[in-house]
């Protein structure tokens, strides 16, 4: 009783001072730091995957912070979707331009997962959302690997969330997984945007959620600091919902910190946004000639 209770405290001290930030200042990416740091860990989980930390950041971030946050940046109250359980049928793979065959690629299933989206901008700061970087590089890495002949399926093409609008986190998360697993995806890519209270940290970095997806990261990580000159903050193992619920090889690739404002200026810029869409594109290209079956 007494762990809740101090678990309780610290998160309306967080809340209290989420309220209180200065809008511009980022508001969102804290948070979104924050629960990215606690969904990682070993928490203890109710029986389906999803840890205790996530459900109470849930309540208090998605259902009381979140649209809060949303009306300041603009955004309008929607109604509550139906609470019906999430319906995930194959999506049809995308193209765009000529086949431009690898050979490597031709038939693979990758999907691409732009992290956030819709209600959910993910981490805020100088004029730029994260939901917005995330799928910029998404479309366009979507369109590379389609003309090399991959079978492309995204989570989300447009701003907004794959659950539909007043799904909780945890529901969000497991229909990106979903989307993965009925498609059976020969690899899961998601794509996000960092974020640091210290505004001085930059750069890029992989997480992956166990040795049989260490090769993935390593050969992304270092095909998008070729494409892209970024610092490079090397790979990591991550537990993170969509990385350990996924079956197949996965990664959750942070392009740059938002909160970071050089950096953030580069995550707006359209020829950045190509560098790191063919830098991941590189990486996969490389792990798929090393990992044919």
Avoid: W
Wanted: hydrophobic share 40%; net charge neutral; with cysteine.
């Amino acid at each position: 009783m007494n762990y809740l209770k101090i678990i309780s405290y610290c998160l309306l001290c967080v809340l209290v001072v989420g309220l209180l930030a200065p809008v511009q200042s980022a508001h969102a990416a804290p948070v979104d730091d924050v629960l990215k740091t606690l969904t990682a860990s070993t928490a203890p989980t109710d029986g389906k995957g999803v840890n205790l930390f996530e459900k109470l950041f849930d309540l208090l971030f998605n259902k009381i912070l979140g649209p809060i946050l949303n009306i300041f940046n603009g955004g309008k109250a929607e109604a509550p979707a139906s609470t019906s359980p999430i319906k995930v049928t194959p999506l049809p793979p995308s193209s765009s331009g000529p086949i431009q065959d690898t050979g490597v690629l031709r038939g693979k299933v990758i999907v691409v997962d732009p992290g956030h989206g819709g209600s959910n901008p993910g981490a805020v700061a100088f004029n730029t959302r994260e939901a917005d970087n995330n799928l910029a590089v998404a479309l366009k890495l979507r369109d590379k690997l389609a003309r090399a002949g991959a079978k492309v399926i995204m989570t989300r093409s447009t701003d907004r969330t794959v659950a539909p609008e007043g799904s909780s986190l945890g529901e969000e998360l497991q229909a990106r997984v979903d989307i993965a697993e009925a498609n059976h995806a020969d690899i899961f890519v998601s794509v996000h945007s960092n974020s640091n209270p210290d505004p001085r940290i930059a750069g890029a970095m992989t997480f992956y959620p166990s040795g049989r997806s260490q090769s993935l990261a390593l050969e992304v990580q270092s095909a998008l600091i070729e494409s892209t000159n970024a610092v490079d903050k090397g790979v990591a193992p991550a537990t993170f919902y969509v990385l350990r619920n996924t079956s197949m090889p996965s990664i959750l690739v942070e392009m740059g910190f938002v909160t970071n404002e050089q950096e953030a200026k580069k995550l707006q810029d359209d020829s950045y946004r190509n560098s790191i869409a063919q830098g991941i594109y590189n990486g996969i290209v490389r792990y798929f000639n090393k990992n044919s079956k």
